[in-house]
């Protein structure tokens, strides 16, 4: 079974910049598709970026950060990371990580995915 367990997170000034990590354990993700969500106080939880297997051609992201955010994974590592520039106070919230439920899935899709980190909290003040 796989555990995941996000971190980076913390407290930025708006147009700065946070690289969270999600490190896998207890069984290799690298031939699963991986996503990152997040979840503002009293809304749902969104999806943010995702990435197949194949990562060099299949990467996701929503409308709000494209452009600003990067996905990446090593698969050596067993790590996925999501690069978060030119962050802005709507960016404020709690990022999950997540397993996809195989190596291309519908990324926008939570019921796509089977393994959920805890959560690492992102507020970015303006």
């Known amino acids: 079974q796989v555990q995941l367990v996000e971190s980076g997170g913390g407290l930025v000034q708006a147009g700065g910049s946070l690289r969270l990590s999600c490190a896998a354990s207890?069984?290799?993700?690298?031939?699963?598709?991986m996503g990152w969500f997040r979840q503002a106080p009293g809304k749902e939880r969104e999806f943010v970026a995702g990435?197949?297997?194949?990562?060099?051609?299949?990467?996701y992201y929503a409308d709000s950060v494209k452009g600003r955010f990067t996905i990446s994974r090593d698969n050596v590592k067993n790590t996925v990371y999501l690069q978060m520039n030119s962050l802005k106070p709507e960016d404020t919230a709690v990022y999950y990580c997540?397993?996809?439920?195989?190596?291309?899935?519908?990324?926008?899709?939570?019921?796509?995915?089977?393994?959920w980190g805890q959560g690492t909290q992102v507020t970015v003040s303006s």
């Open positions: 990435i197949s297997l194949w990562s060099a051609s299949g990467t």
């Open positions: 207890g069984r290799t993700i690298g031939t699963y598709a």
């Open positions: 997540a397993k996809g439920i195989r190596g291309t899935i519908a990324y926008r899709v939570s019921r796509d995915y089977d393994v």
